[in-house]
């Protein structure tokens, strides 16, 4: 069975600190995916990244990075010079790639709480 | 613009009463899902549809039922077989195979006294 955690429940930065939030996965598979979803106060989840098993390039966008790494099933996000407004929810999520019945069924961390003080 | 609607934000019923959350959508995605989220907690799948009149159980599928007559709907009814109902409950779209992005609704709050 597939699981993903992230350790760290809660974490408080003040702004313009750097912030790297973890993600261990577990699964069977070889072919699977990834994703970083954010959540904000309002409640609806937002669609940060998503990254299949076979491609372990890191990707930069603006002030997020992601760090995928195979050999330690980690998959860890860093948000680079953090602002107010990055406050929130951050789930990660695995999908494997099992076709029939369970595709697209994603398997959520439980959630890190960013708060990021002025 | 296109998106996910789930209606109404809040939600307040009786012990004992049938309860249906609402969830449409205009992405024209083929796969939908409903999620439960607690307090402090992931969430957790109730049940997905892949293609319209066929859907299967999530993780947690006790005391909820669901229904996918249409490609845009995907309605899910709280029974009053369900133990502890009161959660936020969220419905995800995506195109489906291979797993791609599911895109969420806002979500409905559900209370249950």
């Known amino acids: 069975a597939q699981k993903v955690t992230q350790a760290q429940t809660e974490i408080s930065v003040v702004e313009k600190e750097d912030v790297t939030l973890d993600c261990v996965y577990e699964?069977?598979?070889?072919?699977?995916?990834l994703f970083w979803y954010k959540q904000p106060p309002s409640g609806e989840l937002v669609f940060l990244i998503r990254?299949?098993?076979?491609?372990?390039q890191n990707e930069i966008s603006g002030r997020y990075s992601w760090n995928f790494q195979k050999s330690t099933s980690s998959f860890n996000f860093t948000i680079t010079a953090s602002q107010v407004v990055d406050s929130a929810v951050y789930f990660c999520?695995?999908?494997?790639?099992?076709?029939?019945?369970?595709?697209?069924?994603?398997?959520f961390g439980q959630g890190t709480i960013l708060t990021v003080h002025p | 613009d296109g998106g996910i609607t789930q209606s109404p934000k809040y939600l307040f019923r009786k012990e004992g009463q049938n309860v249906t959350l609402s969830c449409e959508q205009n992405l024209n995605h083929d796969a939908m899902y409903w999620y439960r989220q607690d307090p402090g907690q992931g969430l957790r799948l109730i049940y997905y549809?892949?293609?319209?009149?066929?859907?299967q159980k999530g993780d947690i599928a006790e005391g909820y039922s669901v229904s996918r007559e249409k490609k845009e709907s995907f309605p899910l009814t709280v029974t009053s077989a369900q133990k502890n109902p009161t959660a936020f409950y969220l419905c995800?779209?995506?195109?489906?195979?291979?797993?791609?992005?599911?895109?969420f609704g806002p979500g409905t709050r559900l209370t249950v006294t």
């Open positions: 699964t069977r598979d070889t072919t699977y995916y």
């Open positions: 999520a695995l999908s494997e790639n099992a076709g029939g019945t369970s595709y697209g069924k994603l398997t």
């Open positions: 990254r299949n098993s076979f491609d372990e």
């Open positions: 995800a779209s995506s195109i489906g195979y291979p797993p791609y992005e599911q895109y």
């Open positions: 549809s892949q293609i319209v009149n066929d859907f």
